[in-house]
């Protein structure tokens, strides 16, 4: 442990510190100190701030004050009392202050503030009497003993507010703003009593013990339950402490030209210019959000205090060139004097975080650059999928992970053959599943969502759903699903097939009210958020795509190409299955290639929906990766049709045998880790020549009736070493010289997704055109983690004890996988200067990962087109810090 030196210093007068100061002095005492400097320190009341490394000191030593700290505050104390010329604690006229907590990251309502501390028996008479405002000095003295109450020594909320009703009944009133001065002594009285009650002692009446027991609160506050809480769901470490602000107090509560609020410096829901907020007039901050009063639209204020709402009005536009962001605010009026507390970047929706952005540059306030920094990429997933509508009620059923977002509501079905015939009869289904596989793929498409109660983030669910822009809500694990009765129990409800679900994959909700949908479209902001992001990033965006479908929607969003094309996916639909499983099933090598020449029309066929969409952009298609087994049947399944076969005597025996022996070969313990991949390519030549030879005709035939032949990209999956991909490559280029097509533009490459790859990166670049990092698969590889698994294990207590902060599928484990993918594009471009390199994992949709491929130098990203706009504005912020 270290030993922080004494030396150290721990408090700061606002007059002393800034912006960037915000790891020592928390966000709200940077910021004060920051208005303090820009605003005059007319604007802001004075005072100091202990700082976070002051916490930290108390926390390490159990819960004691540093030393030293003491006497800083004392000294600081003493400078705040010749500034104002009043004094803590003095019987005629005294000095009240605030102490309020502020950490480096706001935590809304997390941490604790006292407000009117100095007030006692005797200055609360000197009070009245300075200001000749008897009941304001009352309502400020009831008001502090109340909080510090609460904050200080725990006396429960409930008790207080018990006290306030039970004082308002008896005065016969219904407002506490008319409440009369004995009202308020009587009140007073109330919370002393309830204060000795609950801790034995007397209300302290010596403002500097009420002042140290107020620092030790805040500091305190940091490691209480609702604190300790937010901060593991929002990621905030432990470490950092809180830092405690000091300050002059000024005064809502001096009557009706007084009042206290919070505004923001546009509308944040909107965005739109007009700035929003809340406001109460003869009333302290503490009304404002507490909800004792309902607090009247700032644009009221207007009318009542003209002169304090134009300069209000004036700070928003200020504050927010100053900060070059939009701002959320708190301010008091002090008869007619307006007084600016806080200031922070507004926390907004995707909606209004694209109109500031937009308005901001229009308006000469920010630079595209900085008008795109202020946007949570990540966030505008939101605008681009139907959502429930944000008023909307309804009761949550069950809560499962947030597994692709938007909102979907249909009827129930729970195979994916009822949800494709559902779809053939206009009817709106929800695809709710236990989990799902490979099979039930036509059923996402047919489907409006989809349901599963395993499962997490990257489930295979989840990432099929989110690939083709399906709303899931995966992992509801209180949902007992039973597939054979048809039925979804939950907490006591039962459901069955038919009946109306509605789900919303941004937040994992699902319920059965009819709740009203809103629909998304890219409006002209976010289109020109978009070009503007395209001017500026260097990283390519691709997009991952199997079906035109996909494709189109993708070019639609910007999408430069496809990254990733997933052939199996070809190979699932109904009329191909018959022909894919008999290839499976051949015993020779010929009676498989005559399946294959079967199926090689159809293929031709996708290929050419998507190249004619593509129109010339370049097409990365890997060739077949899934184990074989997984396009037949499972074993159960056989084995019962091969039972009931045999009792009933029926015909098909012996190919229901030949095709269980068939699954029973097949069927590996680990099909992640076994014969996929190139390993099919180099065991079954054949079919990856049969796809090629699809690939190259397709192109042809566009070409032709285009104009517009694809760059085409053949990969090989699953590469470890650089042999077989020499020996695919030889494949590839002997059916080109075969099918005689020279003009074509056409390379080849591999994934990268085994470590053994990344080692011998330069190796394999030798006989690759290009590599595209497979994150999914190098992660489970690299970790050793099953991605259809984890999320429903133990990811969670990994998150929860802080061995990891996310789960590694989501966001790229930088020192570890991330890694493994630097060392790759290093030793490969070494080996080859012009390698082309891209990533088409999940992460590619991912902001923090785009980041970081940018930074390895990577020449494009690949995601669903769902994620498209996400990644082009993600990559612009990337080259922007850059
Ligand atoms: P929170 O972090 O919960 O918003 P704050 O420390 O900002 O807590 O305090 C809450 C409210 O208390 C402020 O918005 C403001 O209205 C009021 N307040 C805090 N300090 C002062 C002060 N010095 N003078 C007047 N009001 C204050
Ligand atoms: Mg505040
Ligand atoms: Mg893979």
Known sequence: MTEVASDTKYVYDFSEGSRDMRDLLGGKGANVAEMTRILGAERVPAGFTITTEACVAYMKAGQKEPEGLDREVAEALGRLEEHTGKRLGDSGDPLLVSVRSGARESMPGMLDTVLNLGLNDESVEGLASKTGNERFAWDSYRRFVQMFGNVCRGVPGDQIEDAIKAQKKEAGVKDDTELSVDDLKALTGRFKDIYQDKTGEEFPQDPQEQLSQAIRAVFDSWTGPRAVEYRRINRIPDEWGTAVNVQQMVFGNKGDSSCSGVAFSRDEVTGEPEPSGDFLINAQG?????????????????????????????????????????????????????????????????????????????????????????????????????????????????????????????????????????????????????????????????????????????????????????????????????????????????????????????????????????????????????????????????????????????????????????????????????????????????????????????????????????????????LLDPPLHEFLPGVEEVAQDVERARIERTEDLEELERTLDRVHHLAETNPMLGTRGVRLGILHPEIYEMQVEAIVRAARTVGERTGKPPKIEIMIPLVAYERELALMREMVESVCAQEGDESLELTVGTMIELPRACFVADRIAEVADFFSFGTNDLTQTALGFSRDDVEGSFLPRYIETKVVDRSPFETIDQPGVGWLVRLAAWVGREAKPDLQLGICGEHGGDPESIAFFALAGLDYVSCSPFRVPIARVAAAQAAIDS
Not at 305 to 326: C, T, V
Not at 430 to 452: N, Q, S
């Open 286 to 622: 503490e009304d404002v959000v507490s909800g004792v009063r309902t607090p009247k639209d700032i644009s009221e204020m207007r009318d009542v205090m003209p002169e304090a709402h134009g300069e209000l009005m004036k700070i928003l536009r200020e504050l927010e060139s100053h900060y070059k962001d939009m701002q959320d605010t708190e301010f008091t009026v002090e008869e007619g004097r307006l007084y600016m507390l806080q200031t922070r970047d507004a926390k907004r929706p995707a909606q209004a975080a694209v109109r500031f952005a937009v308005d901001a540059v229009d308006e000469g306030l920010l630079t595209k650059e900085e008008a795109i920094t202020t946007i949570d990429a990540g966030s505008l997933d939101a605008l681009l999928h139907p959502t429930f509508a944000h008023d909307a009620q309804y009761e949550c059923l069950a809560k499962g992970v947030a597994a692709s977002p938007g909102a979907a509501k249909g009827e129930i079905v729970f195979t994916a053959d009822d949800a494709v015939a559902a779809k053939d009869q206009g009817r709106d289904v929800i695809l709710v599943r236990p989990f799902t596989e490979a099979d039930d793929v036509a059923g996402f498409f047919a489907a409006k969502g989809v349901l599963t109660s395993e499962g997490g983030k990257a489930s295979h669910a989840a990432l099929v759903a989110r690939g083709m822009g399906r709303p899931a809500v995966a992992g509801a694990s209180d949902l007992e699903i039973d597939l054979s009765a048809k039925t979804v129990s939950v907490n006591g409800t039962t459901l069955k097939e038919g009946d109306l679900i509605a789900i919303d994959g941004s937040i994992g909700v699902v319920t059965q009210d009819d709740v009203e949908l809103v629909e998304p479209d890219i409006n002209e902001n976010f289109e020109r958020v978009l070009e503007w992001s395209d001017e500026i990033r260097r990283l390519g965006v691709r997009t991952n795509a199997d079906t035109p479908e996909d494709a189109k929607r993708a070019r639609a969003y910007g999408a430069e190409g496809i990254g990733l094309c997933r052939t199996e996916h070809m190979f699932m639909a109904q009329d191909r299955q018959p022909k894919m499983r008999e290839m499976i099933m051949a015993e020779s090598e010929e009676d498989r290639r005559k399946a294959l020449a079967e199926l090689l029309p159809h293929q031709q066929e996708d290929f050419e929906g998507l190249f004619e969409e593509m129109a010339g952009l370049p097409v990365t298609i890997r």
